[in-house]
Each structure stands twice: as structure tokens, then as C-alpha cells.
């Protein structure tokens, strides 16, 4: 992965969004991670900031407002370079298995990860390097 990667993270949960900015500093000296609370601020934040690519982008799929399924939909209709540059992690908690079906069908999703977040796995999928 290269090193001016973005990274991006799309979750409701606070203590979520705080374990996973620990792992990261921790685990793969990333300071900086954005934080999203749910799907429209993420693609409000992808908006803003389109020229800050490649982009990794860690996305819960049961939010408020805008949920993960919703981000992925309106994600689709993003320019071709972003779309082209941006990989996706899917973090959830379900154990539904027509979900994760659903969720690992989609074109843009790199990987699916259960929660609680698992560094090593994600490090493993993303191909990162410490």
C-alpha cells in the first residue's frame, strides 16, 4: 500500500471509532484517519476531499442517516477515478448470512471483516505493511 494512502472511517459507534484509531496508530504508525459518523458525511467527506487518493475506506453497514448499503449505492455514482482508487472494508457485526452474501456481491467492497475489528486481518486483506 502506498504510503500517502487516505484513510477513511464510516462509523456510528464511538468506542468503535476510538479502538480503531488506536490499532491504527498502534499497530500501523497511522495517525491519521478520517472519521465519518454515517454514509452521507462519508460521501460528504469523499466530496471534499477528492484529490487526497488512493483512499481506504473502513465502512459499518448499520448506521443512522445513511446506512452501508446506501453509502455503496450513492458511492456508485461517483466519478471513475474515485471509484478506481478507493478500496472498501466492510466492518459488521451480523451473522446473517444473506447479508454477508450481499455484502461481499458488491463490485466496490475489497473485503468483509466481523467486528470487533481485527487489525491483523484487515493488515492481511489491505496487503499494509508495518
Do not use: C, H
Not at 477513511?8 to 484517519?33: A, H
Amino acid at each position: 500500500m502506498e504510503s500517502n494512502t487516505t484513510f477513511l472511517l464510516i462509523e456510528d459507534n464511538l468506542i468503535d471509532q476510538l479502538i480503531i484509531k488506536q490499532l491504527f496508530k498502534k499497530v500501523l504508525n497511522i495517525d491519521q484517519i478520517s472519521i465519518a459518523n454515517n454514509g452521507r458525511e462519508g460521501l460528504e467527506w469523499i466530496n471534499r476531499n477528492q484529490k487526497q487518493l488512493p483512499l481506504v475506506i473502513l465502512l459499518d453497514i448499520q448506521m443512522p442517516i445513511m446506512n452501508g448499503f446506501e453509502f455503496l449505492n450513492e458511492f456508485d455514482k461517483l466519478n471513475d477515478e474515485i471509484k478506481k482508487e478507493t478500496q472498501i472494508y466492510v466492518l459488521s457485526s451480523t451473522l446473517d448470512s444473506d447479508e454477508i452474501l450481499r455484502i461481499k456481491k458488491i463490485n466496490y467492497v475489497n473485503g468483509f471483516l466481523n467486528k470487533p475489528f481485527q487489525i491483523d486481518e484487515f493488515k492481511n486483506k489491505a496487503n499494509l505493511k508495518e
